[in-house]
């Protein structure tokens, strides 16, 4: 296989031999070679910091065959072949770390950038790349660009990892050539543990990796068993509904419920109902809900909304037919940007600081 980083195409072995570890231009280039010879060299452990985004990023430890086996899966699951792989996510966290993992063990060729908004902006127009990772807010942007677009239509397979799809994203998915997939995991599983198909054929629901075994308790919160967990069980404060058949549908995380006036509502899940009422109404705006503490309902809502010309009263009057009257937000807060980590989600901690 080749690698190709800033534009340099080195073969694999050459990271097992060389001491000088590369630094020109792109700034992780250090980091991606000292991997690559950690990786080339046998190492077994790799510390690997969390994302971050429900608390303080952690360190932790994975293991070379659980990322193995974890990478293994993708390759078999999306019946990847002889694919080119371009790896524009951060190296530093497990999505992008992954993808380069995917390409050793696969031995496909890969070429790292440096994460952008729009990542096609730096590749050819006759690029030969067939697989890619991106985050939603890349995906976002790509699909604003026709130029972007037709570079993206040029791949076989895209897995979208982050946040949550809406329904205007979900719908530009629908004009894509390539299958996207929608995935599910965490840096504690060592990437997706289950996927979602969102064209082409779409799935209702994300379906499990082969041998991942999934339980619930009371509150809904999902905990996963698989080889890439050393065959234990890890408890996510994720609440899901989980089928017989084990697939299931993210609800929402029970660190972000806001309990209001004695109703529980998940931000992501009114999120994506207001997305779709301001579609409806042609309405292009950017916002997120968060809350904060209140006297009278213990919380409230509040949406933030980014640098919108509508007034409360307009917005409000849209909302209010169709949500519940607990649903509606108590208070709208302008700012001129809301806080992303690089998983590409909403740092809904920093947001309710902010607020």
């Not at 080119?84 to 530093?92: A, E, F, G, N, Y």
């Not at 209010?320 to 649903?327: C, D, F, G, S």
Request: charged share 25%; hydrophobic share 40%.
């Amino acid at each position: 296989m080749t690698i190709v980083i800033n534009n340099i195409k080195y073969d694999l072995k050459y990271f097992s031999t060389k001491s000088v570890l590369l630094e020109e231009n792109y700034p992780l280039n250090r980091h991606i070679s000292k991997f690559l010879m950690l990786w080339i060299s046998g190492v077994k452990d790799f510390e690997i910091y969390t994302s971050g985004s429900t608390g303080v990023a952690s360190k932790i430890i994975l293991k070379r065959d659980w990322l193995e086996i974890s990478a293994l899966q993708t390759v078999n699951l999306l019946n990847l072949w002889n694919e080119t792989v371009l790896c524009c996510l951060p190296i530093t966290k497990i999505g992008g770390l992954m993808m380069i993992i995917r390409a050793i063990v696969a031995d496909f060729d890969i070429q790292i950038i440096e994460p952008k908004s729009d990542p096609m902006a730096d590749i050819s127009s006759n690029h030969p790349f067939t697989f890619v990772s991106l985050v939603p807010s890349q995906l976002k942007i790509i699909l604003q660009s026709t130029e972007s677009t037709e570079k993206l239509n040029r791949f076989k397979n895209i897995i979208l990892g982050g946040s949550d799809i809406n329904t205007k994203l979900l719908s530009g998915i629908q004009t894509l050539k390539p299958n996207v997939y929608h995935t599910y995991g965490m840096t504690e599983t060592c990437s997706h543990i289950a996927l979602k198909k969102l064209n082409n054929n779409a799935w209702p629901s994300f379906k499990p990796n082969p041998f991942v075994e999934l339980k619930t308790n009371a509150e809904g919160w999902l905990s996963i068993k698989a080889y890439q967990t050393g065959n234990e069980w890890i408890d996510t404060k994720d609440i899901v509904k989980l089928y017989p058949d084990n697939r299931f549908d993210f609800i929402g995380r029970a660190d972000f419920l806001i309990n209001t006036g004695g109703f529980k509502v998940f931000p992501e899940k009114l999120e994506i109902q207001i997305r779709d009422i301001f579609i409806a109404n042609n309405w292009d705006i950017d916002f997120a809900i968060t809350s904060k503490s209140s006297e009278k309902w213990g919380e409230e809502i509040v949406l933030v909304i980014v640098n919108d010309f509508h007034s409360d009263t307009e917005i409000l009057e849209v909302l209010k037919p169709l949500l519940q009257n607990y649903e509606l937000p108590k208070r709208i807060v302008k700012l001129e940007s809301i806080p992303i980590n690089e998983g590409g989600k909403i740092n809904r901690l920093k947001l309710r600081d902010i607020i």
